[in-house]
C-alpha cells in the first residue's frame, strides 16, 4: 500500500487586490457621480438649467403627476 507523504501546516494566504479591484472602484466612483449628477440636474431650479422636480415627485408614480 501506498501512502501519502505528510505535509507541513497550509499557510492561508489573504488575496492581493489586482487590477480589477482598481476598475471596480473606478465604476463604483462613476456610477454615483453620474446618479448624484442626474439628481442635481432633476431638481435643480429651471432658472439654473435644472428640471425643478422636488424630490417627492421622483418617488410618484406616473397616475399622481400633473400633465
Known amino acids: 500500500m501506498a501512502s501519502t507523504p505528510s505535509q507541513g501546516p497550509v499557510i492561508q494566504v489573504n488575496a492581493q487586490p489586482d487590477v480589477y479591484t482598481a476598475i471596480l472602484m473606478v465604476a463604483i466612483i462613476a456610477l454615483v457621480t453620474a446618479i448624484a449628477f442626474c439628481f442635481w440636474k432633476l431638481t435643480g ?4 438649467g435644472g428640471y425643478g422636480i422636488t424630490v417627492g415627485d421622483l418617488f410618484k408614480s406616473l397616475n399622481e403627476l400633473p400633465k
Open 45 to 48: 431650479t429651471v432658472d439654473a
